[in-house]
């Protein structure tokens, strides 16, 4: 008996997970919006070379919003990710510009040591402040994203230009791939260029990915969100599960702020401005609760896509203005909301009904 | 030490500022037994758990696990586990978002990868095993919560347990998980697991257990077998009273009928969780709602008290046609609800004793209309008198007094808006013996005093103890109104299982 049990369950499919769920609902909304796109308004959107433009645009925003997702996952927030961007970028900028060493590689290096250390710093101090001393994550990265800024404007009132060669090369440097290009009307091919920061936060979604589902410590971040207690019940070590995943989330939005260098070399003091707001949008489209222990960056990845073709559509449509576009990202925001919590609330219908 | 005891505590001692909690216990576990740990709140059965597992820091005395020669030291939860002591508690604490393979495994693994073909493969066996009905892949969020307890369970049994400590596990699981509970219990007992049971449903004791230890006021009462521990004596030595005074348990006071007026009204009321049913209670009297688990007992009196969405009937309070479509007008004309589950409706945790106690005043006065401090006090000190409350003083948190208590506080806050007509949902669950007593008997005492009460309590005895008049509910429908000479165990069981009707 017990055999055949065994053989029968391991047969039988598991009906899709939360997650699973709402990822799903996140990548058809994606595929219907780009594919209206590309029967309304044609033009850019019948290029493949449209979809790699979107991920060269956002891939600083692709980095914080996966390191986002890690935080929300384990029940927290970090809305300093903006903010070390900004900061990243300044002092980046500043160093390149500034520093006087004539050996390319080795300023370029020193970059983004400097930029990660900037990231990790941040992520060591709010770790230890909300892990240990259980301050609300919510205040802590409040006070990172004003001292990030303070500090971003303390280095330089002014814009600052990248002067320096090495890196306007690094930045100038695409991956070319002919095959997915396209012919110009004077009859030269032209291939489709991805952008090295792209190809950072791709390998940054997959790494991220295999971390929180095949790593102990992403799957402790899970439990961590799920229910804190219990967690610890558990015999997880939740205050270090939670130290680390901020330490992590700083140090991706530190990669992230070099990534937005490499794609606009200079630095302001409103650099990035906002931009921890629509990557919080993002994981949330992508299916991310804010309430913890549900998500998946891959959704994340889709998130960010969904801000981005809005962006784009509206861009391209007659209504190009600022204010549509973020009135479109708000209905997007808010619709996707309403959908999660209509769907989550069906499927609760379900399960009693399962349990009678 | 006897040869085949695979936990052995001598000399317990737990100081906490002001009490004594645990004043020189001693508990002997032997191997393949289920041990009942036994007493009322606040006797200390809580606490020793709680140094056994190293949540707390013994005081004194010693501690010995089977296959250690020297004293077992328990500093934290991972402690305990590592030298095989395994809780599961009543609340249940996995993870719900994670897999149920997960859940066995999570927080034990060594290495950084997690290798989930194996978690499954393994899981699905341990399942299998035991005989859980869930799969190793399914979220645990979608079992039922006796499979999920089982699933704890089945986690601390592949932890190597030697000792496995249930707490309270039986309190929110239905007759038949109950049943399947009990079976797992039984099969890990041949097995050789020792089994520390902590409950509060005697008749559940007096079915699984071998072996009784009693605890009253921190103090060990002593050690028994099952056979030679008639119910009737457990419970006098729970409660340090004589046999005699059990007798008087039986009749805590008259019934009351009740006077003609009728307090409360209503026909073909339904709301969103309740199908629709008519009611009506007199002034002074004191009915129940009764029948299994689920039965919809719970949710029609929600629907009085308007804490559902009412979706249609009519409703009259005292002769007048009244609308309560939410609990603020329920107030208003004068109901009252003590809602089932403590925790999440009733207590506000962190508030203080007397917070809880104005609360239902305050919002039924407005807040616009504060009331002076010294009022609130007066207001507190009265109830705390009156139903005897435990606590430090009036501003002591809520959360910090045991389950009687609290439930006192929350009978306190109602009684202060002087309601006519008070709904009490399961007040004596997961309570001691003596509080449910003195809950019973106020309950009477109130009735007297004119106020309509309407009772439900999951145990019998009790329902037919304080009611008149018993509205017996089967699949969400009422099947019976039973009054006078119906009103046996035996003709309410009956009619709840729908034999001869």
Known sequence: MTGVNTTSRAKRKEPMTDAQLLMTISICIFAFMYAAAMIFLGGGFLKFQQIFDLLNDNAALIIISCSLTIVMIGGGINISVGGVIGLTVMSCALFLNNNGIQNGFLSILLTILLALGIGLAFGVLEGFLVSFL???????????????????????????????????????????????????????????????????????????????????????????????????MLGINVRSTCFWSYVLSGLLSGLAGYVFLMHKPAGNASVAMRSEMDAIAASIIGGTLLTGGVGNVIGTLFGVMILATIQKIIALSPLNASWWQEMASGAMLGFFIILQSVVLSNRGKHKSKDKE | MQNDAVLTMRGIYKYFPGTIALNNVDFTLRKGEIHALMGENGAGKSTLIKVLTGVYEKDGGSIWVEGGDKEARIHSPQDAQNIGISTVYQEITLCPNLTVAENMFIGRTNGEVVHWKEYEKRATELLDNLGIPARARQELSRCSLAVQQMVAIARAVDMQCKVLILDEPTSSLDEKEVEMLFKLMRDLKARGVGIIFVTHFLEQVYEVCDRITVLRNGELVGEYAIQDLPQVELVAKMMGKDLNDLANMEQVGQ?????????????????????????????????????????????????????????????????????????????????????????????????????????????????????????????????INALQIKTASQDTPIKSLSGGNQQKVILARWLLTHPDYLILDEPTRGIDVGTKLEIQKLVLKLAEENMSVTFISSEIEEMLRTCSRLIVMRDRKIVGELTGDQLTQGYVMKTIAGGDR
């Open chain 1, 134 to 232: 259980g301050i609300q994550p919510f205040i802590v990265t409040l006070a990172g994203m004003f001292l990030s800024r303070g500090l971003t404007t303390m280095l330089s009132v002014n814009p600052v230009k990248v002067t320096h060669e090495a890196f306007l090369a690094l930045v100038k440097s695409k991956i070319k791939i002919p095959w997915l290009g396209y012919v110009a009307q004077n009859g030269n091919p032209i291939p489709a260029k991805l952008e090295i920061g792209a190809v950072v936060a791709l390998c940054v979604v997959i790494l991220v990915y295999l971390m929180l589902h095949f790593m102990r410590f992403g799957r402790n971040i899970y439990a961590l969100g799920g229910n804190r207690q219990s967690a610890l």
């Open chain 2, 255 to 383: 019934k009351s009928l009740g006077a003609d007026e009728v307090v409360y009204e209503a026909n073909a009321l339904s709301s969103s969780e309740s199908r629709p049913f008519d009611f009506c209670i007199h002034r002074g009297e004191v009915n129940g709602f009764t029948g299994l688990l689920g039965s919809g007992r719970s949710e029609s009196v929600r629907a009085i008290f308007g804490a559902d969405r009412v979706t249609g009937g009519k409703v009259r309070v005292k002769g007048k046609d009244v609308k309560i479509t939410n609990p603020r007008e329920a107030m208003k004309n004068g109901i009252g609800y003590l809602p089932e589950d403590r925790k999440r409706d009733g207590i506000i945790a962190d508030l203080s004793v007397r917070e809880n106690i104005i609360l239902a005043l305050q919002v039924m006065k407005g807040f616009f209309h504060p009331m002076s401090k010294a009022q609130m006090r007066q207001f507190a000190d009265e109830y």
